[in-house]
C-alpha cells in the first residue's frame, strides 16, 4: 500500500520526463523523406550534427558561457550577499529585492531593455563609451565578434540575483559559535570573510556549480529573443541551434540527435560534479558526503 503514494510522483515522471525522452531519442535515428514520411537513418543524423561546423562554434560559445558566467555570478553575487548582510540593516530588505528583481523579470522585458542599452549612438552604453573617446558604429550583438560576450554580460546582470539569494540563505545558516571564536582568534573583516565565511558556504557554492553548467545548457530565450544566434551564428547556443534544426529547417532527425547529445553532455557533467563535489547537501549548509 506504501507503494501506492509514490504513484502520481511515478506517473508523472514518466508522461513528462521518460516518455519525452525515450521518444526524442527513437526520433535521432530517423530522417524525414520528401514525401512526409520517415525512414530508419541509423548514427546519419549524428554523423551530421558532429560533422557541422556550427555545431563546434556552439560548443565553443557553451564553454565561454560557462566559464565567465558561472564564476562571474557567484563572486559578485557573494559579494553582495556579504556586504547585504553584514552592512545593511534598515534598507536590508530593500537591497534584497533590487538585486533580485531581474531574476523574476520576464526575459522580453530584459531583452527590449538591453537591445537599447547597447544601440549604437543614442545607447546608454554608448553615453559612457563616449566620454572616454569611443564611438559604437554597430551594437555589440550585431558583430560577430562581440556578440556572445554582450549576451554573456546581460546573462550576468539576470541571474547574479540568484546567486546572491543562495548565499545570504548560507550565510544566516552560519553558526554564530564559529564566527565568534574567529573573532577571539583576531580574524575581522576581510579576512573572517576570506578565511571562515567562504569555506563555510562550500554547499552553496557547490549547488550554484551544479545549477549553472546545467543553466548554461538550457540557455535559450535571451539568445533567442536578442539575436536569434546570429550573427552568422556567431552566438548560437544549443537550444537556439536545436530550434532552427527541429522548427525553422523541419529537420526533426537531427534536432532530436542534438538533444540527446545534449542530454549526454548534462549528464555526465552532472555526474561528474556530484562526484567530485559531493552529492548531499543539509539545509543547514554542512556537507554530508
Known amino acids: 500500500m506504501l507503494y501506492l503514494f509514490a504513484l502520481p510522483a511515478t506517473l508523472l515522471f514518466v508522461v513528462f520526463v521518460a516518455y519525452p525522452i525515450l521518444w526524442v531519442a527513437e526520433q535521432s535515428f530517423y530522417a524525414g523523406r520528401t514525401d512526409g514520411g520517415v525512414v530508419f537513418a541509423g548514427l546519419a543524423n549524428y554523423t551530421t550534427i558532429l560533422s557541422d561546423p556550427t555545431f563546434w562554434i556552439v560548443?565553443?560559445?557553451?564553454?565561454?558561457?560557462?566559464?565567465?558566467?558561472?564564476?562571474?555570478q557567484m563572486l559578485i553575487g557573494g559579494l553582495l550577499a556579504y556586504f547585504i548582510e553584514r552592512h545593511t540593516h534598515a534598507l536590508r530588505g530593500f537591497f534584497r529585492t533590487m538585486f533580485f528583481l531581474p531574476v523574476v523579470t520576464s526575459v522580453s522585458v530584459i531583452s527590449l531593455v538591453?537591445?537599447?542599452i547597447y544601440a549604437p549612438y543614442y545607447g546608454i552604453a554608448q553615453e559612457y563609451l563616449r566620454h572616454?573617446?569611443?564611438?559604437?558604429?554597430?551594437?555589440?550583438?550585431g558583430?560577430?565578434?562581440?556578440?556572445?560576450?554582450?549576451l554573456i554580460v546581460v546573462n550576468i546582470w539576470q541571474w547574479t540575483g540568484f546567486s546572491m539569494l543562495m548565499y545570504i540563505a548560507g550565510i544566516a545558516n552560519l553558526p554564530n559559535e564559529v564566527l565568534d571564536a574567529a573573532r577571539i582568534d583576531g580574524a575581522r573583516g576581510w579576512r573572517l570573510a576570506v578565511h571562515?565565511?567562504?569555506?563555510?558556504l562550500a554547499p552553496a557554492t557547490k549547488s550554484l556549480l551544479l545549477l549553472g553548467v546545467i543553466g548554461t545548457l538550457q540557455t535559450f530565450p535571451i539568445v533567442h529573443?536578442?539575436?536569434?544566434?546570429?550573427?552568422?551564428?556567431?552566438?548560437?547556443?544549443?537550444?537556439?541551434f536545436i530550434f532552427k534544426q527541429?522548427?525553422?529547417l523541419g529537420d526533426t532527425g537531427s534536432g532530436a540527435a542534438l538533444s540527446v547529445i545534449v542530454l549526454v553532455v548534462a549528464?555526465?557533467?552532472?555526474?561528474?560534479q556530484i562526484a567530485v563535489l559531493g552529492a548531499r547537501l543539509s539545509p543547514a549548509g554542512r556537507d554530508e558526503t
Open 246 to 248: 527541429s522548427f525553422v
Open 132 to 141: 572616454v573617446g569611443i564611438v559604437m558604429m554597430t551594437s555589440p550583438i
Open 59 to 72: 560548443v565553443r560559445n557553451m564553454a565561454l558561457w560557462g566559464a565567465i558566467t558561472i564564476p562571474v
Open 267 to 272: 549528464l555526465v557533467l552532472s555526474l561528474v
Open 196 to 200: 571562515v565565511i567562504v569555506p563555510m
Open 143 to 150: 558583430d560577430p565578434k562581440t556578440a556572445i560576450y554582450a
Open 114 to 116: 538591453w537591445v537599447q
Open 225 to 240: 529573443l536578442m539575436t536569434g544566434g546570429g550573427p552568422n551564428r556567431a552566438s548560437e547556443v544549443f537550444g537556439t
